[in-house]
């Protein structure tokens, strides 16, 4: 098996609305291995939410570990928590939150202005994501130039930009139409395929979580289901062990052996995107 | 793309709200630094005074000292007699030259043709006495010499506008002061010491004058050159300096001359008599009072004690211009106090409620990896910049403005801009325009960038204790 890049173990989340406990996760566990897509399904309440801001280091668990990347997130103080948000996590909106009084390029720098990165490193790094999520020319554009797609696409530039360890997305095609949904996730899928980028979505549509590797299914705060979805079709076998491998690297992380790297045939994007 | 130019983006985003806060704050930072100016002028005026005061003070006891055994005789105006009232009983006879309806005695009498002013309002009288009338008084025991004096002022009447209304008064242009040029003047304290171009007058002069330095410019004139007085022509031989802050405008010439040019051939208009010894001056006034009863007969002790009492009372409204000063500037603490507060609360609640308004954006930069302190800092950075732009307007329109916004808020200032401060008539009063120099501006700027922070820093901190979760939550 390759890395574990995120373990929750018997994480509990307690609201206390007035008198009332609300029970928003409990003793929910999980592990997601570097250069996984997963997806989180579940009704409306059910905690997907709580579950990907605890993940995010933006929430705390009531008990229970979150283990981020090797490092036990979820006793540490704020003061370490936004080293942790800005260096190893993405995120991804489902309004995409990008500022409307900068262009593009100025909001993908954003997450590397602390980061001790010069201003010509910054923005080189900023114009390659942005040309890696199909908007070159547009740099200088400000969101409201920009289509609703274009604006999830720059808010995932922007959530790539420190080399994250685990991109999380919470319904980030929530507000888009039906072609720019296909896009987004025709993006992340590529994303994980190419760059290796772990990502955790979270959704309400089957197409889109389809569309991963592994669903999980979330109800009550629990995961009670979980599926193999059409993505995992499009993910190398070591041709020695049978391990999913989680990137084109040319070395498999399981037995170490040379595997045959072909490139991903993406059809089932193309297809899709064709029916609308 | 630093914190500073986001900063500035998010303020320019808003137009018209940074337009009406940058004015609100810039109209609070031109109170800010007109009430400082207003004070600064109040002081300064109360700190001209006590040394205008002072000088009057020291100068006039120093001519005293000088004159010890100096007595001063003059005839007293009288308020008797109003209009044309037959003069009163003595031995004064009327020069022949003086005009009917202008009687010694009368009401603004003694008034010698050619001449100005004098009369009651005066501090001498400039009535005129015949020289003849009073030889005896040499005779009197004690007495060592007795100095006789003609001082005729000429002027002119002007009428004056002041605050839409006309005035109008006669505006003396100098003031001549007739002196016997004889040993006298080398044996006694008649004529000025301080010659400042030329020389002094001398015993045996004719013809010439000795000028203040007021009288040059009157006559456009120094030393060598020939000025007319009243016709006749005479050479400047000497100019002496001021001897306090008022401009003295008398200028002296032999008494012959000056009775001669003035038409008051056998009059003079005061005696200064010399004792002996200081210590023999009240028995000759007694003498001097007897023999004339109709002569004010002013002893150097006398004017010791009218100083005395002018001291008293000036010194009194010293201490009252200073407890206006003290009272106006505890006044301005206050205001300033309330200013300071309103424009910290403008930052407060214009930052708080951008802070309320940008809620999600906060939560967003917390997510991406923004700390705390950074939150902290761009929102204090925003408070800064919005008071610091209005520090700048607010110093322009002050240091403009300055001298009436202060005239509203300083009761000392008066509605042009000037603290003007008197003390008594004798005395120059202070004149103080209220001004903004550098110092205030840099001060005032400085105020600004810290009434900014001040005033940002809960709103920036309730910024940065934003929760991302929740932020998102209720977006
Ligand atoms: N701050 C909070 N205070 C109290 N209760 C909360 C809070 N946040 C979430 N909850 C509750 O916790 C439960 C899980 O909420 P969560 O937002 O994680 O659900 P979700 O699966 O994301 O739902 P949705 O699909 O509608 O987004 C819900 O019952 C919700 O009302
Ligand atoms: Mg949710």
Redesign the pocket.
């Known amino acids: 098996m390759s890395e574990t890049v995120l373990k929750v173990e018997g994480v509990t989340k307690v609201?206390t609305?007035g008198k009332r406990n609300?029970h928003?996760l409990s003793n929910l566990n999980l592990q997601v291995k570097k250069g996984e897509f997963v997806a989180i399904m579940?009704p409306?309440?059910?905690?997907?939410?709580?579950l990907l801001n605890i993940l995010g280091c933006i929430d705390k668990p009531t008990s229970g570990k979150v283990i981020l990347d090797n490092v036990g997130v979820a006793d540490l103080p704020e003061a370490e928590l936004y080293k942790i948000r800005r260096n190893k996590i993405g995120f991804v909106f489902q309004s995409f939150n990008l500022l409307p009084y900068l262009n593009a390029r100025e909001n993908v720098e954003l997450p590397m202005e602390n980061n001790g990165k010069s201003k010509n490193e910054r923005q080189s790094k900023a114009k390659e994501l942005l040309a890696m999520v199909g908007l070159s020319g547009r740099e200088e554009h400000r969101p409201q130039r920009l289509s609703a797609g274009e604006q999830q696409r720059v808010a995932i530039a922007r959530a790539l930009a420190n080399d994250p360890a685990i991109i999380l997305a919470d319904e980030p095609t929530g507000n888009l139409d039906n072609k720019n949904k296909q896009e987004i996730v025709k993006l992340l899928a590529n994303l994980n395929l190419t760059q290796g980028t772990t990502i955790i979505l979270v959704t309400?549509d089957g197409q889109v979580a389809s569309r991963t590797e592994r669903i999980l299914f979330l109800s009550d705060g629990k995961i009670t289901r979980e599926k193999n979805g059409l993505h995992l079709a499009n993910k190398l076998m070591c041709p020695n062990c049978g391990n999913k491998l989680p990137t084109t690297e040319a070395k498999c992380p399981n037995c170490g052996s040379i595997s045959n790297i072909k490139e991903p045939s993406n059809s089932l994007f193309e297809e899709e995107v064709a029916e609308d | 793309m630093g914190v500073l130019s986001r900063a500035y983006r998010n303020i320019s985003r808003r137009k018209i709200r940074a337009l009406l806060v940058i004015l609100a704050l810039s109209f609070s930072m031109s109170i800010l630094i007109s009430i400082p100016a207003g004070i600064t002028a109040n002081q300064t005026a109360t700190q001209n005074l006590t040394v205008n005061l002072s000088e009057t003070i020291a100068r006039t006891e120093a001519s005293i000292n000088q004159a010890l055994t100096q007595i001063e005789c003059s005839l007293t105006p009288s308020f008797e007699g109003f209009g044309f009232s037959p003069p009163p009983s003595g031995n004064f006879q009327r020069p022949e030259n003086i005009a009917d309806n202008f009687m010694p005695g009368q009401f603004g009498g003694g008034r010698v043709p050619g001449q100005f002013g004098g009369g009651p309002f005066g501090g001498r009288g400039n009535v005129a006495m015949n020289e003849t009338l009073y030889t005896d008084i040499k005779s009197i025991s004690g007495v060592a010499a007795v100095v006789p004096i003609l001082e005729v002022s000429q002027g002119e009447n002007q009428t004056i506008e002041m605050f839409g209304r006309s005035f109008t008064r006669m505006v003396p242009n100098y003031i001549i002061e007739g002196i016997p040029l004889t040993s006298l003047v080398d044996s006694y304290p008649i004529l000025p010491t301080n010659i400042t171009a030329g020389r002094n007058l001398q015993p045996g002069d004719s013809g010439v004058v000795l000028l203040s330095e007021n009288n040059t410019r009157f006559f456009n004139a120094g030393v060598g050159d020939k000025i007319e007085i009243l016709g006749q022509t005479f050479e400047v031989v000497g100019v002496y300096g001021s001897t306090g802050v008022s401009d003295v405008m008398t200028l002296y010439m032999n008494l012959t001359d000056a009775q001669t040019v003035t038409n008051n051939v056998g009059y003079i208009t005061s005696l200064l008599v010399f004792t002996n010894d200081s210590s023999s001056v009240s028995d000759v006034a007694a003498a001097l009072n007897s023999l004339h009863p109709e002569l004010n007969v002013v002893t150097a002790q006398q004017r010791l004690d009218q100083l005395n009492d002018m001291r008293e009372r000036y010194t009194a409204e010293l201490q009252n211009a200073q407890t206006t000063l003290s009272q106006t500037q505890a006044t301005a603490l206050q205001e300033i106090v309330v200013v300071v507060a309103a424009t910290s609360l403008i930052v407060l609640f214009v930052m708080l409620y951008t802070v309320r308004e940008r809620t999600k954006e906060i939560g967003t930069l917390k997510a991406i990896g923004f700390s705390n302190r950074n939150i902290l800092s761009q929102f204090v950075l925003e408070g800064i910049m919005l008071s610091a732009v209005a520090g700048v307007v607010g110093i322009a329109i002050g240091t403009i403005a300055a001298p009436f916004i202060s005239s509203i808020l300083i009761p000392t200032v008066n509605p042009i801009g000037n603290v003007v401060l008197r003390v008594g008539t004798g005395i120059t009063p202070a004149v103080n325009v209220v001004t903004v120099d550098p110092q205030l501006m840099l001060m005032t700027f400085g105020a600004s960038i810290l009434l900014g922070m001040l005033g940002s820093l809960y709103p920036a901190w309730r910024a940065s204790k934003i929760r991302p979760a929740?932020a998102m939550?209720y977006e």
Request: glycine share 20%.
């Open positions: 609201y609305l609300v928003a579940g409306s309440g059910s905690g997907k939410t709580t309400h | 929740e939550r």
